[in-house]
Every structure is written in C-alpha cells, then in structure tokens.
C-alpha cells in the first residue's frame, strides 16, 4: 500500500539524506511505497535512497542524482528523467514507460524486467571495470561508466582505449558487433 508523504516531510527527509550522504549524521531516505506521483525531484540527490515500489509517475527529476538507488518495482511512467544520474541505480521491474530518459546516465543500472518503451539492451562482467554496458537500440545511445555516446564514437573510443589490451578490446568489439546485429 503506498503512504503519502506532504511536501514538508519530504523535505525533511531529503535533508536528513543529504546529512547521511555527506557523514554528518542523519539519515538515509526511506522512500519506499510512498506516493510521489507528481513530485518537483529536479536535482534532488536521492543517491543510495530507497525508493523501493514508490510511485513517482510524472515526477520531475530532471538532473536528480539517483545513482545507486533502489528503484526496485518503482513506478516512473511518465516521470521526467532528463539528465538524471541512473548510474548503477537498481531499476528492476521499475516501469519506465512514456518516461524521458533523454541524456540520463543509465551506465551500470540494472534494467531487468524493467518495462520501457525503447528497446534496450544490457551486456555485463564486460572490460577492465567488469561493469555493465547499456545500448538504447532505439536511439544509437550507449552507457558505458562515465561515456556515453553513439556506437560509432564508441568503437572509435574501445580502439584508442584498449589498443593494447586485445582481451578487453575483443570484449567491447564482440559486444559493438551484437549492438549493431539488432539495428
């Protein structure tokens, strides 16, 4: 069942996460279930927050920090995501369709089972970090650590980079092939 949440306890949990992130006591937001539909959340840091099941269709976190969230089952239809920080955030399950992701850092979150209406694509365990590489088929739009950019400028970038690392480098091309497979 989601809980309400007034935009004065919001506050004061937003600032009490902002005490817990910068180890100044407080502590961590407990979003989960809570019903945020709607919500202003442009460049809220919700970085590591829970926000398990919550609802927060067409919310507004544009440039909000949500790396390493757990968004796990969270509702974001509609919500607009433009330029938020993704990164390793937990979106399994999340809906995310009809939502804005339009330059967000998707680079390491998880999108299993998540419901999008682009068509992703995610290889893991890849490279010299073992991380995660997101490929919006859609778009021509890759998440790689802190890159983003289209395959082409990828390639281009795995040959400089890897160039003398040929296990890496066989990685990241195996992986540009199978992108370029689905288009």
């Known amino acids: 069942m989601l809980r309400t949440i007034t935009k004065d306890e919001l506050k004061i949990i937003l600032d009490n996460h902002t005490l817990w992130l910068n180890n100044k006591g407080g502590s961590k937001a407990n979003l989960r279930f809570a019903n945020l539909s ?12 829970n ?3 919550a609802n927060l269709s067409f919310a ?3 440039f909000a920090n949500l790396s390493s969230a757990d968004l796990l089952s969270a509702n974001l239809s509609y919500a607009n ?3 938020a920080d993704l990164s390793s955030a937990n979106l399994r399950y999340a809906d995310l369709s009809s939502a804005n992701l339009s330059f967000a850092n998707l680079s390491s979150a ?5 419901d999008l209406d682009k068509k992703y694509v995610q290889i893991s365990c890849i490279g010299s970090r073992k991380g995660i590489t997101t490929y919006c088929i859609d778009d021509d739009f890759i998440w790689c650590a802190c890159w983003t950019g289209n395959i082409k400028d990828f390639e281009k970038r795995v040959r400089e980079t890897h160039k003398e690392n040929k296990q ?3 990685e990241y ?6 992108f370029k497979s689905l288009k």
Do not use: P, Q, T, V
């Not at 998880?110 to 998540?114: G, I, K, Q, T, Y």
């Not at 091309?173 to 199978?178: D, M, N, R, S, V």
């Open 60 to 62: 507004n976190l544009s």
């Open 173 to 178: 091309l195996g992986a540009i092939k199978y």
């Open 51 to 53: 926000l398990r099941s």
């Open 168 to 170: 890496y480098l066989k």
């Open 110 to 114: 998880d999108l299993s089972s998540a």
């Open 81 to 83: 995501l433009r330029f």
């Open 38 to 49: 709607s919500a202003n959340l442009r460049s809220a840091n919700l970085s590591y927050a």
